[in-house]
């Protein structure tokens, strides 16, 4: 395939989509980061807003660097053709298993969990790779088993796949990330052709079976035991009455709620949201950027990014839809798996609907890691669209 | 993979987004549509803080008008936000070793009490040192939260004077925010707590100010919004004088200084009121022991506090502690005897040295020995304790308590201070519940039947003679009932006798009046009878000096309505004794002015070591000058021994003061052997 013939085949309106946003996150992080300098009271001190200093620049320099490192590696992706991969995906599973008991073992620990491994001058966060690798990885495994997922039994083999790196994330503790592993794992087993009926009674018997455990839990705490801390089980239900502890485990969904409803319809103005920029609102730039734009932009600006995502998600079902083969369709139907449960649980957060876990809005949130992992999804999507069948679009 | 199925599958995972995507819209359109408003104040009320601008409190004034007896100074505050922070409790145990007068703990509960109001200032001490605001200058960095400010407090120019009569101010308790919560206090208020500082709290508080800032997260102001500037308190204007005031305390305090040397005067307290006889207005009202109210101003620790409420500092006597007033009552006696027409001054009697009724001991002239003839002149004039119960028993209790209602005593005044006693006026039916209480549990019950019994006979009885018959016949029965010589004593005491009629004539027995109430009666003697309301506040004016409200005009409680020939007829028995030969005189006849007076020595018993001792209160009441009077005086030294030795020196030097005269150091040392002679130190 030539070089011409990938470029005439990219899906521009996904591309430009995907530029979009990431630009949109761009004013965002400025905003969040834009410092308010304080004021002696009772001196007659010139306001002072509007002062960006270096510091918080450096976010949005960064974050810019992180753009165009995402998009030279989307290229790189785009351009090694994805029918090539399945040689590769042996090696690549075991690299990341490799990886995330590296994180287990020499891994930093921040916020009460180990998330990072330093390599040379970098901080990397193998979980977030880890999704892409178990993306590439399953639908190869998938793509080989096809027409043979119809039963529980032949579904077993695919869950131990899954389930083992999946483990390794779950011990960091990241709950977060593993419970992205089961969105992927369910959205691509059935776009490989798993029985709906029992994929669905198996998401519904699990949900039941979560509740139940939980519930149990707190009727009795003490005599039920849950693989969870009980931080993390406060965490994981404060979201039902964050007013239990308004400063502490709560703190953040109220404040985000105050955000993004005091913005109204119009927003209060970029760099004029009163709760982002006096920092009521915590990690305005990575985990609660959405809130951030929900303060300042209104219910307009929460609607315009939720469209962008929207058309982003919508191209990515259709190229799994015209993909080629099985392992390319797969390999869309993961990454569109992926993004759609980032949206929902990021966005569902910052509007009180879904717990606090850490998972980032994709291309929108402040990271590195979290952008390189989006652009090589961006890429594998491109790189399936390029070599589907017929141009369809 | 067929193609169609794929196809098919997509358009379920198309829904499922679409399905997603539905449910975000839907509840970000709940919040920024139809919940905007409750989330816009709620984001308000996050960065928009009105911090509080305190006004500066009224300030009191001298009699002169000119003389600042109370006013403000500036000091440091320091303040602390709870920032919602885990390391609250870190700052606050960093602020504790700067402030050496608070604990963490305190700081902690301090921060406690105001979870009602989150992020707003709380006030952790006042009148800091400009060092220790130094000090945590240097260590701001490491104390989020903490602010310091300036702000007024109390000031008192003149020094310790009539501390329990300006009373002071302190931080608003809870209780006191409860019950003034529509007055708009808030909990790092201030507030009068006692004395004229309380009871002219609405006039001298003010009206506080704000200012609006934007605050961040960590309650850092990042901009000014607007500022409404405090409006001072009100001042006062008092009838207080300054000078006649601290005369008053330094007299106070020798006197009963010197009165400590003698074992048989250990007297630890006393009181004061001078009043305008014209007006009412309280020239001075000093009380020992006394504190400084300064100690009221910034940290006030606990054990300073204990230590002065342990010896009473804070206590205001004059008007909260009531005392026998012993021999000061006999003007008043004379003057309802004379007023009923039971007696003409004129009125003399052969006094053999006692007073005997009804088969009791006889009640001695404090002189032990037979005085002669004697008239209400020298009744007044030698505190002749016969004379006076025999006029007691001739004009009978009901007209005593009458008269002593009508001048005053035993009721409540109505002055502008906190606390006032009523005092109290001996009735046969108080007495028969104090000398019941003493009965054993078995006659008390025999005691309620009989009670029970009678009380049915003596609602049914119709004549007086009656009614008489069945009271003999309830004590004889209830005497039958005693177990005891000693309980059968006390049966007799229930009953109301000759014997208290006379007591209650020579101001002994169970009537208890305040130092003002005798200074407010003596005042009516004095003025002709007219009992003025006393009073401490002489106007009030707004902080550019506009006339709030005046009291200009006396407010009379009452016009006695006792003859002014009567009332002179005492006034000329109370000059005689400051007169050579009266029992004052000793005290008083150096004064540059005539003076009128009485003495009273007013004996309690005491258990010491298991005995009884008997010790006196000293008790004097003037005005002067006698033929045209301008003040009242009244004093009261506890243990002070006699009218004349224990309280005399005191309203010699007021007078002297107010006068111009030398006051009693100025004069000699205080000759005791000379004074001996006059006083009454036996009854």
Same mark, same amino acid.
């Given at each position: 395939?030539?070089?011409?013939?990938?470029?005439?085949?990219?899906?521009y309106?996904?591309l430009?989509?995907?530029?979009?946003?990431?630009?949109?996150?761009l004013i965002?992080?400025?905003?969040?980061t834009h410092v308010?300098?304080p004021i002696h009271?009772?001196?007659e001190?010139?306001?002072?807003?509007g002062?960006?200093n270096?510091s918080a620049?450096?976010?949005v320099?960064?974050?810019m660097i992180w753009?165009?490192?995402?998009?030279?590696?989307?290229?790189?992706?785009l351009?090694f053709?994805?029918e090539d991969w399945?040689?590769?995906?042996?090696?690549l599973?075991i690299i990341?298993?490799?990886?995330?008991l590296?994180?287990?073992f020499?891994?930093k620990t921040?916020l009460?969990?180990?998330r990072?491994?330093a390599v040379?001058?970098?901080?990397l966060?193998p979980?977030?790779?880890a999704?892409?690798?178990i993306?590439?990885?399953?639908?190869n495994?998938?793509a080989n088993r096809?027409?043979?997922?119809?039963t529980i039994?032949?579904?077993l083999?695919?869950?131990?796949?899954?389930?083992f790196p999946?483990?390794?994330?779950?011990m960091?503790p990241?709950?977060?990330t593993?419970?992205?592993?089961?969105?992927?794992?369910f959205?691509?087993l059935f776009?490989a052709?798993a029985n709906?009926?029992v994929l669905?009674?198996?998401?519904?018997?699990g949900?039941?079976l979560?509740?139940g455990w939980l519930?149990?839990y707190?009727q009795?705490p003490d005599?039920?035991?849950?693989?969870?801390?009980?931080?993390?089980?406060d965490?994981?239900?404060?979201?039902l009455n964050?007013?239990r502890?308004?400063?502490g485990?709560g703190y953040?969904i109220?404040?985000?709620q105050i955000?993004?409803g005091?913005?109204g319809?119009?927003?209060?103005g970029?760099?004029s949201?009163?709760?982002n920029?006096?920092?009521?609102?915590?990690e305005q730039?990575?985990d609660?950027?959405?809130?951030v734009?929900?303060?300042?932009?209104?219910?307009?600006?929460?609607?315009?990014?939720l469209?962008l995502?929207f058309?982003?998600?919508y191209?990515?079902?259709?190229?799994a839809?015209?993909?080629k083969?099985t392992?390319?369709?797969?390999?869309?139907?993961?990454?569109?798996?992926?993004?759609?449960f980032h949206?929902l649980?990021n966005?569902?957060?910052?509007i009180?609907?879904?717990p606090?876990t850490g998972l980032?809005?994709?291309l929108?949130?402040?990271?590195g890691?979290s952008?390189?992992?989006n652009?090589?999804?961006i890429?594998?999507l491109?790189n399936?669209?390029?070599r589907?069948?017929k141009?369809?679009f | 993979m067929?193609q169609?199925a794929s196809k098919k599958r997509?358009?379920?995972?198309?829904s499922?987004?679409f399905?997603?995507?539905?449910v975000?819209?839907g509840r970000?359109?709940?919040?920024q549509?139809?919940q905007?408003?409750?989330?816009?104040?709620?984001a308000k009320?996050?960065?928009?803080r009105?911090?509080?601008?305190?006004?500066p409190?009224?300030?009191?004034?001298?009699?002169?008008?000119?003389t600042?007896?109370?006013?403000?100074?500036?000091?440091?505050?320091?303040s602390?936000?709870?920032?919602?922070l885990?390391n609250?409790?870190?700052v606050?145990?960093?602020l504790a070793?700067?402030l050496?007068?608070?604990t963490?703990?305190e700081?902690?509960?301090k921060l406690?009490?105001?979870?009602l109001?989150l992020?707003?200032p709380?006030?952790?001490a006042?009148g800091?040192?400009f060092e220790?605001v130094?000090?945590?200058e240097e260590?701001?960095l490491?104390?989020p939260?903490?602010?310091?400010?300036?702000e007024?407090?109390r000031?008192?120019?003149?020094g310790?004077i009539a501390?329990q009569?300006?009373?002071?101010?302190r931080?608003i308790?809870k209780e006191? +925010?409860?019950?003034?919560k529509?007055?708009? *206090?808030g =909990?790092n208020?201030e507030? @009068?707590?006692e004395?004229? #500082?309380?009871?002219?709290?609405e006039?001298?508080r003010g009206t506080?100010g704000a200012r609006?800032?934007?605050v961040d997260?960590q309650g850092?102001p990042?901009?000014?919004?607007?500022?409404?500037?405090p409006?001072?308190?009100d001042?006062?204007?008092?009838?207080?004088?300054?000078?006649?005031?601290?005369t008053a305390?330094e007299?106070?305090?020798?006197q009963?200084?010197?009165?400590q040397?003698d074992?048989d005067?250990?007297s630890?307290?006393?009181?004061?009121?001078?009043v305008?006889v014209n007006t009412?207005?309280? +020239?001075?009202?000093?009380n020992?022991?006394t *504190?400084? =109210?300064?100690l009221f101003? @910034?940290?006030l620790?606990? #054990?300073?506090?204990?230590e002065i409420?342990k010896?009473?500092a804070t206590s205001?006597r004059?008007?909260?502690?009531i005392?026998?007033p012993g021999s000061?009552?006999?003007p008043l006696v004379?003057?309802?005897?004379l007023?009923?027409?039971a007696?003409?001054p004129?009125?003399?009697?052969?006094?053999p040295?006692y007073?005997?009724?009804?088969?009791?001991?006889k009640i001695?002239?404090?002189?032990?020995?037979a005085l002669g003839?004697v008239?209400l002149?020298?009744?007044?004039?030698?505190?002749?304790?016969?004379?006076?119960?025999t006029l007691?028993v001739k004009?009978g209790?009901e007209?005593?308590?009458?008269?002593a209602?009508?001048?005053?005593l035993g009721t409540k005044?109505?002055?502008d201070?906190?606390?006032e006693e009523s005092g109290?006026i001996l009735?046969?039916?108080?007495?028969y519940?104090i000398?019941?209480?003493?009965l054993?549990?078995?006659?008390?019950?025999?005691m309620?039947?009989l009670?029970?019994?009678y009380?049915?006979?003596?609602d049914n009885?119709e004549?007086?003679?009656e009614r008489?018959r069945l009271?003999?016949?309830f004590?004889?029965?209830?005497?039958l009932?005693?177990?005891?010589q000693?309980?059968?004593e006390y049966?007799?005491?229930?009953?109301?006798?000759l014997?208290?009629?006379?007591?209650?004539?020579?101001?002994?027995?169970?009537s208890?009046?305040t130092?003002l109430?005798l200074a407010?009666?003596?005042?009516?003697?004095?003025?002709?009878g007219?009992l003025?309301?006393?009073?401490l506040v002489k106007?009030?004016?707004?902080?550019?000096?506009?006339?709030?409200?005046?009291f200009?005009g006396?407010?009379?409680?009452?016009?006695?309505n006792v003859s002014s020939?009567n009332?002179a007829?005492?006034r000329e028995g109370?000059?005689?004794?400051a007169?050579?030969?009266?029992t004052a005189y000793g005290?008083?006849?150096?004064?540059p002015?005539?003076?009128a007076?009485k003495?009273?020595t007013?004996?309690?018993?005491?258990?010491?070591e298991?005995?009884?001792?008997?010790?006196s209160?000293?008790?004097m009441i003037?005005?002067a000058?006698?033929?045209n009077?301008?003040?009242?005086?009244?004093?009261v030294?506890?243990?002070?021994?006699?009218?004349?030795g224990?309280?005399?020196?005191v309203?010699?030097?007021i007078l002297a003061?107010y006068f111009?005269?030398k006051?009693v150091?100025?004069?000699?040392?205080?000759?005791?052997?000379?004074?001996?002679?006059?006083?009454?130190?036996?009854r």
């Amino acid at each position: 395939m030539t070089f011409h013939r990938v470029l005439r085949g990219v899906d521009y309106i996904l591309l430009l989509t995907v530029l979009m946003v990431i630009a949109f996150s761009l004013i965002a992080i400025a905003s969040a980061t834009h410092v308010t300098t304080p004021i002696h009271v009772g001196e007659e001190t010139e306001l002072l807003f509007g002062v960006l200093n270096l510091s918080a620049m450096d976010i949005v320099i960064k974050q810019m660097i992180w753009t165009v490192l995402g998009v030279f590696v989307m290229g790189v992706v785009l351009f090694f053709n994805y029918e090539d991969w399945p040689k590769y995906t042996k090696a690549l599973y075991i690299i990341n298993v490799l990886m995330l008991l590296a994180v287990i073992f020499i891994g930093k620990t921040a916020l009460g969990a180990q998330r990072w491994i330093a390599v040379g001058p970098f901080v990397l966060q193998p979980s977030e790779f880890a999704k892409v690798i178990i993306i590439v990885t399953f639908a190869n495994f998938l793509a080989n088993r096809e027409g043979r997922l119809r039963t529980i039994k032949e579904l077993l083999p695919a869950f131990a796949f899954i389930g083992f790196p999946m483990l390794l994330i779950l011990m960091q503790p990241d709950l977060g990330t593993s419970l992205v592993f089961i969105a992927i794992m369910f959205g691509m087993l059935f776009m490989a052709g798993a029985n709906p009926k029992v994929l669905g009674g198996i998401i519904g018997g699990g949900g039941l079976l979560g509740f139940g455990w939980l519930f149990a839990y707190f009727q009795n705490p003490d005599k039920v035991w849950i693989p969870l801390h009980d931080y993390q089980v406060d965490r994981l239900t404060i979201f039902l009455n964050p007013f239990r502890d308004p400063l502490g485990d709560g703190y953040h969904i109220i404040q985000s709620q105050i955000a993004i409803g005091s913005g109204g319809l119009y927003g209060k103005g970029i760099f004029s949201g009163s709760q982002n920029q006096l920092n009521f609102l915590p990690e305005q730039h990575t985990d609660f950027i959405f809130s951030v734009v929900g303060e300042e932009l209104g219910f307009i600006g929460t609607v315009a990014v939720l469209a962008l995502f929207f058309i982003i998600l919508y191209r990515g079902i259709m190229i799994a839809a015209q993909a080629k083969d099985t392992f390319g369709s797969l390999l869309a139907t993961g990454v569109v798996s992926m993004i759609v449960f980032h949206v929902l649980v990021n966005v569902g957060m910052t509007i009180g609907i879904m717990p606090v876990t850490g998972l980032p809005l994709p291309l929108f949130s402040y990271g590195g890691s979290s952008m390189m992992t989006n652009m090589i999804a961006i890429g594998i999507l491109l790189n399936v669209c390029a070599r589907r069948k017929k141009l369809v679009f | 993979m067929e193609q169609k199925a794929s196809k098919k599958r997509a358009k379920v995972l198309t829904s499922l987004v679409f399905l997603v995507f539905a449910v975000l819209v839907g509840r970000l359109a709940y919040l920024q549509f139809f919940q905007v408003e409750k989330f816009t104040t709620l984001a308000k009320q996050n960065h928009m803080r009105l911090i509080p601008i305190e006004a500066p409190r009224g300030e009191m004034y001298s009699r002169d008008g000119e003389t600042k007896i109370v006013s403000n100074k500036p000091v440091y505050t320091v303040s602390l936000v709870y920032l919602g922070l885990e390391n609250t409790s870190q700052v606050a145990q960093r602020l504790a070793t700067l402030l050496p007068q608070i604990t963490t703990e305190e700081i902690l509960q301090k921060l406690d009490q105001q979870k009602l109001r989150l992020y707003q200032p709380v006030k952790i001490a006042a009148g800091v040192s400009f060092e220790t605001v130094q000090k945590i200058e240097e260590h701001r960095l490491e104390m989020p939260g903490v602010i310091i400010d300036v702000e007024p407090v109390r000031d008192y120019p003149q020094g310790d004077i009539a501390a329990q009569v300006l009373g002071y101010v302190r931080q608003i308790s809870k209780e006191e +925010l409860e019950a003034n919560k529509d007055k708009g *206090y808030g =909990p790092n208020d201030e507030i @009068g707590k006692e004395g004229l #500082e309380r009871v002219y709290e609405e006039y001298l508080r003010g009206t506080p100010g704000a200012r609006q800032v934007e605050v961040d997260a960590q309650g850092r102001p990042v901009r000014d919004l607007g500022i409404s500037k405090p409006v001072p308190g009100d001042n006062l204007t008092l009838t207080l004088d300054r000078k006649l005031q601290r005369t008053a305390e330094e007299a106070l305090a020798k006197q009963i200084e010197r009165l400590q040397k003698d074992p048989d005067t250990p007297s630890k307290a006393g009181a004061t009121v001078v009043v305008d006889v014209n007006t009412g207005g309280i +020239l001075a009202m000093a009380n020992y022991p006394t *504190y400084d =109210p300064d100690l009221f101003v @910034g940290i006030l620790s606990t #054990e300073k506090y204990n230590e002065i409420t342990k010896i009473g500092a804070t206590s205001n006597r004059a008007i909260e502690k009531i005392y026998n007033p012993g021999s000061t009552v006999k003007p008043l006696v004379g003057a309802a005897a004379l007023e009923t027409e039971a007696i003409e001054p004129e009125f003399t009697i052969y006094d053999p040295g006692y007073f005997k009724a009804e088969g009791t001991q006889k009640i001695w002239d404090w002189q032990r020995r037979a005085l002669g003839q004697v008239d209400l002149y020298r009744g007044i004039r030698e505190s002749v304790n016969t004379y006076f119960c025999t006029l007691g028993v001739k004009i009978g209790r009901e007209v005593m308590t009458e008269y002593a209602k009508l001048f005053g005593l035993g009721t409540k005044l109505g002055v502008d201070l906190p606390r006032e006693e009523s005092g109290t006026i001996l009735t046969p039916e108080r007495k028969y519940d104090i000398w019941s209480s003493y009965l054993s549990e078995e006659t008390k019950q025999e005691m309620k039947k009989l009670e029970a019994k009678y009380n049915e006979l003596l609602d049914n009885a119709e004549t007086k003679a009656e009614r008489k018959r069945l009271q003999d016949r309830f004590f004889a029965e209830l005497n039958l009932a005693a177990n005891s010589q000693k309980e059968r004593e006390y049966i007799w005491e229930m009953e109301w006798r000759l014997y208290d009629t006379a007591y209650m004539a020579i101001g002994q027995g169970d009537s208890k009046y305040t130092p003002l109430q005798l200074a407010m009666y003596t005042s009516a003697i004095a003025n002709g009878g007219t009992l003025y309301k006393p009073h401490l506040v002489k106007k009030i004016t707004d902080y550019q000096d506009k006339l709030i409200k005046e009291f200009s005009g006396p407010e009379v409680i009452r016009d006695t309505n006792v003859s002014s020939e009567n009332l002179a007829v005492i006034r000329e028995g109370m000059r005689q004794v400051a007169e050579a030969g009266g029992t004052a005189y000793g005290a008083l006849y150096d004064l540059p002015v005539q003076v009128a007076a009485k003495t009273g020595t007013a004996e309690f018993n005491v258990y010491e070591e298991g005995k009884v001792v008997t010790y006196s209160d000293g008790i004097m009441i003037a005005f002067a000058p006698a033929d045209n009077p301008e003040i009242a005086v009244a004093t009261v030294i506890e243990y002070g021994g006699s009218g004349s030795g224990g309280a005399g020196p005191v309203v010699h030097d007021i007078l002297a003061s107010y006068f111009g005269g030398k006051l009693v150091d100025e004069k000699w040392v205080y000759p005791a052997e000379e004074n001996d002679v006059l006083s009454e130190n036996q009854r």
